[in-house]
């Protein structure tokens, strides 16, 4: 059987196809549509569908609308509730109440009929509790908003869901968050990471008085409304300064969403005894959080969504019609459920744009040789990640021993200069260097301590509060960054590289081949390694010449 999911009210528009019960496809629109986020959160926005990731997901498994047996949106109109502070919010409702009749037109030959509305919060916990490597789990939900709520707490077993707690709006640690994001200048529903990067400059110096207007009801759920910030803080205007009180704000708001998320972890676990939680909605991007919840919580195992925001919700509105109809299969095994091209049709691709390139036999160890003479890398390889994080497949990689690399690759992004970047382990090796949160670590969800012996070895990924936000790598995750692991290792000594998107400020990650070779194009890396192939930029420009 064939489900489509699709998520399109707010922001992140995206698909993913579940077909007998496994995940073969999942992409946000963003990635072809080459805008960032696909749309912004307004109502006016909410018309518009992801045609291009659903049109690529019945593609790559070879579907028409017509076999689809239903379609799950992630929205469901019929229990929205009125918000008072958005007076166009009815605009976003009546047009979710019209989807099917959308979706019909954009994908010929689909009934309305086989639409089927998904509650949002219910389509984040599928997306975890159903995608889990276990199908019996805690699941907490937490992010902006849904229909009427901010957060749902419940449990799986063997599948199914049962619901134990839900916060009702405007209570929301996500719009407080966002709130936060908007007073510090920069972009909200987009950059709420920013702050969670800048928060590790500050001191949370006003978590006393953040505690009284932000904090856990002790039944599940909790008080979060935006303050006026300008008590604590003046607005700020993006002008690339930062720190102060703006860094000590962001460090207690972060602080006291912490608290707060581990409060609502440990009730849930008073009334379930799982020891298994999963992680879903925006909020569970928050690397910190996460870690914290890892730590201080009873759950001996905590599995996050690695497409977590709003973009997931389509993987778990599809989940949640197959489970529905008793047509779940495998655990969702990988992030990488996006786009792929062939070494044939790479090197087609190379040879039409006249880009001199080479095969090479031994491309890990080439590549390691760049690395280790402080060359950027462009890597390109195999289907690109569902989510926000760039997981070896659309990735920049770097050299993590020199303290100037950090500041290299954010000129090289055009991004702030606090934003900290990220190292890529071998999973045998990451115990030795990292310490305090869980391992293995695929997805580059949680933050782990730098063992003080590798801080001065590895500088480029330690972030100034002494941590890291590792990705463990293994050979039957990604062989080729394994491999290349391993080279840079036989030649320094490290069995660390850094890690972060092949993008560059405000645009999505790159997708395909086009958009790969336009990135090496303008920005300064030694080379680009696309599936097979290698580009090395001196002889690109020597040929060009």
């Avoid at 590798?454 to 002494?466: A, F, K, N, S, Y």
Wanted: net charge negative; with cysteine.
């Amino acid at each position: 059987m064939n489900y489509l999911g699709i998520n399109a009210i707010f922001h992140d528009p995206a698909a993913a196809l579940v077909v007998d019960g496994r995940v073969v496809a999942a992409a946000e629109e963003e990635r072809f549509s080459r805008r960032k986020h696909g749309k912004r959160p307004v109502p006016f926005s909410a018309w518009e569908l992801p045609e291009q990731a659903m049109r690529w997901c019945l593609a790559e498994a070879g579907l028409t609308p017509a076999d689809l047996d239903a379609v799950g949106y992630s929205f469901d109109p019929a229990i929205a509730a009125e918000m008072p502070d958005d007076p166009y919010d009815p605009v976003r409702v009546d047009y979710a109440r019209r989807a099917p009749g959308f979706l019909a037109e954009a994908l010929p030959g689909l009934g309305r009929g086989k639409v089927r509305f998904v509650e949002h919060h219910v389509a984040h916990a599928a997306s975890a509790g159903l995608a889990a490597p276990t199908r019996t789990s805690s699941v907490l939900v937490v992010d902006g908003r849904g229909e009427a709520h901010s957060h749902l707490a419940g449990r799986y077993r063997d599948g199914e869901l049962e619901i134990l707690h839900r916060q009702a709006l405007p209570e929301s640690l996500g719009l407080l968050y966002e709130s936060l994001t908007d007073h510090l200048g920069f972009l909200r529903s987009s950059d709420e990471f920013k702050v969670m990067a800048l928060a590790s400059y500050g001191e949370p110096r006003f978590l006393p008085e953040l505690r009284e207007i932000v904090r856990a009801t002790g039944d599940g759920g909790f008080r979060a409304q935006a303050p006026d910030w300008t008590r604590f803080a003046p607005r700020r205007i993006d002008d690339g300064t930062w720190g102060g009180d703006h860094a000590d704000l962001a460090a207690s708001v972060q602080a006291v969403v912490e608290e707060v998320l581990v409060d609502l972890a440990t009730w849930l676990h008073e009334q379930t005894g799982d020891t298994v939680l999963t992680m879903a909605g925006g909020t569970a991007l928050n690397c910190v959080a996460n870690s914290r919840i890892w730590r201080e919580t009873p759950f001996e195992q905590v599995w996050v969504q690695p497409a977590s925001g709003d973009s997931g919700t389509a993987l778990g509105a599809a989940l949640h019609l197959a489970q529905e109809a008793g047509d779940l299969g495998a655990p969702q095994p990988t992030a990488a459920l996006g786009r792929s091209w062939s070494g044939e049709e790479l090197a087609q691709w190379l040879s039409t744009a006249q880009v001199p390139f080479t095969t090479p036999e031994d491309l890990a160890g080439e590549v390691a040789d760049i690395l280790a003479d402080n060359g950027v890398i462009a890597w390109f390889d195999g289907r690109s990640e569902f989510g926000p994080r760039a997981l070896g497949r659309r990735s920049l990689l770097a050299n993590p021993m020199h303290p100037d690399n950090l500041e290299r690759l954010n000129d090289v992004k055009g991004r702030e200069q606090f934003r900290p970047v990220a190292p890529m382990v071998l999973e045998e090796r990451a115990a030795e260097i990292f310490a305090g949160g869980p391992m293995p670590s695929p997805f580059m969800l949680f933050v782990h301590d730098v063992a003080p012996e590798w801080r001065e070895r590895i500088p480029t990924v330690t972030h100034v509060d002494g941590t890291a936000r590792i990705q463990t790598v293994t050979d039957e995750d990604n062989a080729g960054i394994a491999a290349l692991l391993r080279a840079f290792d036989e030649r320094t000594g490290v069995p660390v590289v850094v890690n972060t998107s092949l993008n560059t400020a405000g645009r999505p990650m790159v997708d395909d081949p086009r958009d790969a070779l336009e990135l090496f194009g303008s920005a300064p890396v030694a080379a680009l390694v696309l599936g097979p192939h290698l580009v090395r930029r001196a002889s690109f420009f020597q040929e060009a010449k």
